[in-house]
């Protein structure tokens, strides 16, 4: 079974950088076949894609969040990682990470998500 | 950037009823259409995928369909589990992903 669990801070200082980490158990992270997806879900609202990563690194942004994006991957931790530079209160959110799948990008897996509150 | 436009926003609905949502892209998108139910506090849960595949071990009574604009989530027989909030998401642009507004169902 697949797990997924996000960890960083909760509170970040606005224009600082948000990270965040999502180790995956049960599955290797190297297993081809599958976008490794951050997702975030503002207080009441929908839910919007920030960005997938792919285990051979490449990566894939929401345009409207591309300029502050960075994701990376540690095959070696079985992880993946979120960093989004210049936070403001906007960007407080609950944020998940999760497993695209069937070559859809579904996404099958999800972490439990994590707040991140953007305040001074 | 292809929008996924949801209907309704919410709706009051009976346990037994037969509840269907909608999705209409802003663009043809194939069957590049998965489907999500979030409870609150908690994260979403995958039902359908590629428009009308069902995910291993939801329900029958979720069923998808539709291609190129419109597409339709129905609930044959709701029970007091699907309470809930549903998301419409494409892929078109894979892995590329635009989530639908939401329709929260609740009880009548």
């Known amino acids: 079974q697949v797990q997924l669990q996000e960890s960083g801070p909760g509170l970040v200082k606005p224009s600082q950088t948000l990270s965040l980490t999502c180790t995956v158990s049960g599955g290797s992270i190297t297993y081809g076949g599958y976008y490794w997806d951050w997702i975030r879900q503002h207080p009441g609202k929908g839910l919007e894609w920030i960005g997938s990563?792919?285990?051979?690194?490449?990566?894939y942004y929401n345009p409207s969040l591309d300029s502050r994006v960075t994701l990376s991957v540690d095959t070696s931790k079985n992880q993946f990682s979120l960093k989004l530079s210049s936070v403001t209160a906007a960007d407080t959110a609950v944020y998940y990470c999760?497993?695209?799948?069937?070559?859809?990008?579904?996404?099958?897996?999800w972490g439990q998500g994590t707040l991140v509150s953007v305040s001074s | 950037d292809i929008q996924m436009t949801q209907s309704p926003s919410s709706l009051s609905a009976s346990v037994g009823d037969r509840v269907t949502i909608t999705c209409r892209a802003s663009q043809s998108i194939g069957n590049y259409v998965s489907w999500y139910q979030q409870k609150p506090g908690k994260a979403p849960k995958l039902l359908i995928y590629a428009a009308s595949s069902l995910q291993p071990g939801v329900p029958s009574r979720f069923s998808g369909s539709g291609s190129g604009i419109d597409f339709t989530l129905t609930i044959s027989g709701l029970q007091p589990e699907d309470f809930a909030t549903y998301y419409c998401?494409?892929?078109?642009?894979?892995?590329?992903?635009?989530f639908g507004g939401g329709t929260k169902v609740e009880i009548k």
């Open positions: 998401q494409q892929s078109h642009s894979v892995p590329g992903l635009t």
């Open positions: 990563i792919y285990h051979s690194g490449s990566t």
């Open positions: 999760g497993r695209g799948a069937y070559g859809y990008n579904a996404i099958d897996y």
